[in-house]
């Protein structure tokens, strides 16, 4: 298995424009994870699914942050519109049942200037 | 609410010390414990886990944990660290009741000196 996928690896963008990560679960894992890493705040969790839906999105910063999974192999993080704040490196992890380990993908680094 | 605790940000060693980072829990129910590695630039891998069973688990690398249930800590133990454990180490709780929500500490920076 090629593990979790995240599209792009790097991102840099405009402050106020609309951005979308990627993340390709690894096949037959049920739950996703979105953790948002920074120097500041560590390792947070942002939202987490559970076969295709969201069970906690409480971490979500802000409306400015929505997330989806139409379906099982697929998920996106959209930011918009961004601020320099949002600066971060954004992780996808995936996992079989609830109480297994994650498996993370390579993380997307997002650069708002 | 769970919660992870991980006492020490940065540690800073000679190569053949031996290593313990504390990591603390909250949460009253039953959980599953993990101690992940990110090496720099990289992504976080699995070092060890504790699920049930022997409190004790070892992990990859020469790396342990002991679970202890009555300190709510599961602490990460190597007993002679080399440079290439450089690393940030994170400790996890993932709650095995209803949500499988998985939280992570802050971290604790190893530089181990050659």
């Known amino acids: 298995d090629a593990g979790v996928i995240q599209s792009p690896r790097h991102e840099v963008t405009e402050m106020g424009q609309e951005v979308t990560l990627r993340c390709k679960p690894i096949?037959?894992?049920?739950?996703l994870f979105w953790y948002r890493q920074t120097m500041m705040r560590g390792l947070e969790l942002l939202i987490y699914?559970?076969?295709?839906?969201?069970?906690?999105d409480s971490g979500m910063p802000e409306d400015r942050f929505s997330a989806k999974m139409p379906n099982a192999s697929f998920s996106t993080l959209k930011i918009q519109p961004s601020e320099p704040r949002d600066s971060a490196v954004y992780f996808c992890?995936?996992?079989?049942?609830?109480?297994?380990?994650?498996?993370f993908g390579q993380g997307t680094r997002l650069t708002v200037v | 609410a769970q919660s992870v605790s991980q006492h020490n940000h940065h540690v800073i060693l000679s190569e053949a010390a031996s290593l313990e980072l504390g990591c603390n829990y909250s949460?009253?129910?039953?959980?599953?414990l993990f101690w992940y590695v990110q090496y720099p630039g990289q992504h976080l891998q699995l070092l060890l886990k504790?699920?049930?069973?022997?409190?004790l688990v070892k992990g990859i690398k020469g790396f342990e944990a002991e679970f202890i249930k009555s300190k709510f800590s599961f602490n990460l133990r190597k007993p002679s660290v080399q440079w290439s454990d450089t690393a940030e180490y994170f400790c996890?709780?993932?709650?095995?009741?209803?949500?499988?929500?998985?939280?992570f500490g802050q971290g604790t920076t190893l530089q181990v000196k050659p």
């Open positions: 992890a995936s996992s079989l049942e609830r109480s297994t380990e994650a498996f």
């Open positions: 699914f559970n076969n295709n839906v969201p069970i906690d």
């Open positions: 504790y699920f049930s069973g022997d409190p």
């Open positions: 096949s037959g894992h049920d739950y």
């Open positions: 996890a709780v993932r709650t095995s009741g209803n949500t499988g929500k998985l939280i």
């Open positions: 949460y009253g129910g039953t959980v599953n």
